[in-house]
């Protein structure tokens, strides 16, 4: 079964540092998202991308925050200069819209990020 | 985008059925019904999805009724592992950029 993979699954950062966290989304999609989780949450949306621009984003997702697909393949999430309350699980998520199942979200395992 | 209300929390027992609710009174005739399941430290995991009546897959089964205001979510004859927390979501096909998660409900099943 086709997956979305992220990388690193765990990571310690200082506050005030840039962190990139990486996705490969399944290779037929065309529609890509960001989640985060804050632990014991729900799952909070921050932006979507298609077409190499963001669609949507959320109130969460502020200058601090961007993404990109740099290439084929990869679709990024950098954080500039994190703070604590950037402490989160973060998820990406792809989608394919097709006819039988609509904005059905296939998700990655997930990106630890902590904060110290 | 039409808002879920759906239960907290749920226990169950192993072996029992399961069904959880979710009411979506504003949505609209074009948006789908469409269940996710979380287990801790993973990402949500798609379940099921539905327009009307009643859908069913190997996991699951979903029902709607007629004016679409509410759906169930049915878990046959659960076990330990299929605690988790379920989200129910509305969205609309092609349309929805912005797909959002509520609280979802917590359901654990019991020895």
């Known amino acids: 079964e086709p997956e979305v993979t992220q990388t690193p699954s765990h990571q310690v950062t200082q506050m005030g540092q840039e962190v990139i966290l990486r996705c490969v989304p399944i290779?037929?999609?065309?529609?890509f998202y960001w989640y985060r989780q804050i632990l014991g949450q729900k799952v909070e949306f921050l932006v979507s991308?298609?077409?190499?621009?963001?669609?949507?984003k959320s109130e969460i997702f502020d200058d601090q925050f961007s993404v990109e697909r740099p290439d084929g393949s990869n679709f990024t999430l950098k954080i500039r200069s994190t703070k604590l309350e950037d402490s989160a699980m973060y998820f990406c998520?792809?989608?394919?819209?097709?006819?039988?199942?609509?904005?059905?979200?296939?998700f990655g395992a997930g990106s630890r990020l902590t904060v110290l | 985008l039409a808002k879920t209300t759906q239960p907290i929390s749920m226990d169950s027992y192993e072996g029992q059925e399961v069904n959880i609710t979710c009411s979506h009174n504003?949505?609209?005739?074009?948006?789908?019904i469409t269940w996710y399941q979380q287990f801790p430290s993973q990402g949500p995991r798609f379940i099921i999805q539905?327009?009307?009546t009643k859908v069913t897959n190997e996991v699951a089964s979903l029902f709607i009724p007629a004016d679409r205001k509410s759906s169930t979510l049915s878990l046959p004859r659960v076990s330990l592992s299929d605690t988790a927390v379920y989200y129910c979501?509305?969205?609309?096909?092609?349309?929805?950029?912005?797909?959002?998660f509520g609280k979802g409900t917590r359901l654990h099943i019991l020895p």
């Open positions: 979501l509305v969205v609309a096909p092609n349309r929805d950029d912005k797909i959002i």
């Open positions: 998520a792809s989608s394919d819209r097709a006819t039988d199942h609509y904005n059905v979200l296939t």
């Open positions: 991308f298609y077409n190499n621009e963001i669609s949507e």
């Open positions: 504003n949505i609209a005739t074009n948006d789908y």
């Open positions: 290779s037929n999609h065309l529609y």
């Open positions: 539905g327009y009307k």
